[in-house]
């Protein structure tokens, strides 16, 4: 039998991907684990953080430091200052109270004869309860547990038992329960590493940096409370291909199209996601979509952030003025530090807080702006877009900034976005693309530096003309 080069790639594919057992017992594709929902890379914020760094899936500690490639052996990391979202957690109490919903009408009302769906009915419990609001769960502890020892590997002159002991690393974090708990399992992670048992370390709670949002006035008022803000969603919630999902999933479950609201479609990708999430299970709720039907899921919320957290205002990433600040700050002190040859007082920062927290602080920077903004009616010229929060804001979805002494004044900084490195837009004409010149970063963001004040800028009524 002749071997076509396709068969070729086939075959280096699954050596590579499953590995020469699994490619004979489990599956004829490579890259479909059975385990993994078909439709877990359109889970947004809900969204698992190996599916943006496969190879974790294989090992949850593999580290490639040379993916950082400094621009000379002389390059040396003097501070590392990472923003962190917490990881794993279960929903909140209104999404528990929306899946409970979805749950009984399945349990009630579906006619349709599939084993899932039988499975679903007589097997499957529903175990969410309102008092789980939103906290931690075991994948949780995990993902900042294991992201800290990578971390430790990715940066071994900055995560270092002997900074750590020496009080360099500080902690910061939102008060909510799953950011505490995420900040103590990163700590874990390094203190269990090195096996420290005789110290502690402190974290500082600081809600007016890590969650701004809430402090906002003017974003609360024009964007959050407010329900005109979101139009272009609800457009969307009630456009053709949100619909075309909707029946979809009624005639999967054999009921009446009109049980199935855009409210139940989002109840039941979250059974789907949440299921994967928590538990890593291919749970019989993911049935209910197709590929093209997560697609449209995706979009919807992409659509959310965008309007609420990203673009669509500019109070949205004006809102992360002080987190900004906060950043530059301390990077403009390990410059000074380090200048005068002194040893950097906090080489690493770890702040822990929110998807919220992230998304306007990156639009802010700049990153994943494509040329046109995504409506209620382009979701076809929508589909190459780089606002993909499935991409950017997994669970324990992280920020680094590092910066280096590359010898002779030369400062450079690097930023990662979940362990990978990114280029500061604007600045990516630069030829050493994602490791500038500080001072280049500095003048990329010169008028965000002298202005971008954030009780300026979040006060009601910003110019007297406004009034
Ligand atoms: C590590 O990263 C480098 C640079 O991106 C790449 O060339 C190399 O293949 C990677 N190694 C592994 C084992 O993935
Ligand atoms: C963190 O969350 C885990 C998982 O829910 C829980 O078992 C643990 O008790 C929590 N830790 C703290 C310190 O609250």
């Not at 680094?400 to 990516?428: H, S, T």
Request: proline share 5%; with cysteine; aromatic share 10%.
């Amino acid at each position: 039998m002749p071997i076509t080069s396709w068969n070729v790639v086939l075959i280096i594919n699954f050596t590579t991907v499953v590995g020469v057992f699994g490619c004979l017992t489990n599956s004829l594709f490579p890259n479909e684990d059975p385990n993994i929902p078909a439709i877990a890379k359109y889970f947004c914020t809900k969204g698992r953080y190996e599916e943006v760094n496969p190879h974790l899936i294989r090992d949850i500690l593999s580290v490639n430091t040379s993916i950082l490639q400094p621009p000379s052996d002389q390059c040396r990391q003097i501070h590392l200052t990472a923003i962190i979202r917490h990881g794993t957690r279960y929903p909140t109490t209104k999404n528990v109270k929306k899946m409970q919903s979805f749950y009984k009408l399945v349990r009630s009302s579906a006619t349709a004869k599939r084993n899932w769906l039988r499975e679903i009915q007589t097997q499957w419990r529903m175990w969410y309860t309102e008092d789980m609001d939103g906290r931690l769960v075991q994948k949780g502890v995990d993902d900042l547990r294991y992201l800290a020892i990578r971390l430790s590997k990715l940066f071994p002159s900055m995560i270092s038992e002997e900074n750590l002991r020496g009080g360099r690393v500080k902690f910061i974090t939102s008060s909510k329960h799953r950011c505490v708990n995420s900040t103590l399992s990163f700590k874990a992670g390094l203190t269990e590493l090195w096996d420290i048992r005789d110290t502690e370390f402190d974290h500082a709670v600081n809600d007016a940096l890590m969650r701004f949002f809430d402090r906002c006035t003017r974003f609360l008022q024009e964007v959050d409370n407010n329900p005109s803000a979101a139009t272009e969603v609800d457009k969307f919630k009630q456009g053709p291909e949100m619909r075309r999902v909707q029946q979809k999933i009624a005639d999967r479950l054999g009921v009446p199209y009109s049980l199935i609201t855009d409210d139940m479609a989002e109840a039941a990708f979250y059974m789907c996601a949440y299921e994967f999430a928590i538990k890593t299970v291919n749970s019989p709720w993911c049935q209910l979509f197709d590929e093209v039907d997560a697609q449209v899921m995706e979009y919807s919320i992409d659509l959310k952030q965008f309007w609420k957290r990203g673009y669509g205002y500019d109070i949205n990433s004006k809102s992360s003025c002080i987190l900004f600040h906060d950043v530059f700050s301390r990077l403009d002190q390990a410059v000074a530090e380090n200048k005068l040859d002194q040893q950097v007082t906090e080489a690493v920062t770890v702040q822990v807080g929110h998807a919220e927290t992230l998304l306007p602080l990156l639009t802010l920077l700049g990153f994943f702006k494509d040329d046109d903004i995504p409506t209620s009616t382009n979701y076809a010229s929508q589909a190459r877009r780089s606002f993909r929060t499935s991409h950017m804001l997994p669970y324990a979805a992280n920020l680094l900034l590092v910066l280096y002494d590359c010898g002779g004044g030369d400062l450079r900084l690097q930023p990662l976005l979940n362990e990978k490195p990114v280029a500061f837009p604007g600045l990516n004409d630069e030829p050493a693309a994602s490791m500038p010149l500080y001072r280049d970063v500095r003048e990329r963001y010169r008028d965000l530096l002298d202005g971008c004040d954030f009780e300026t800028e979040c006060q009601l009524f910003k110019n007297p003309s406004d009034a």
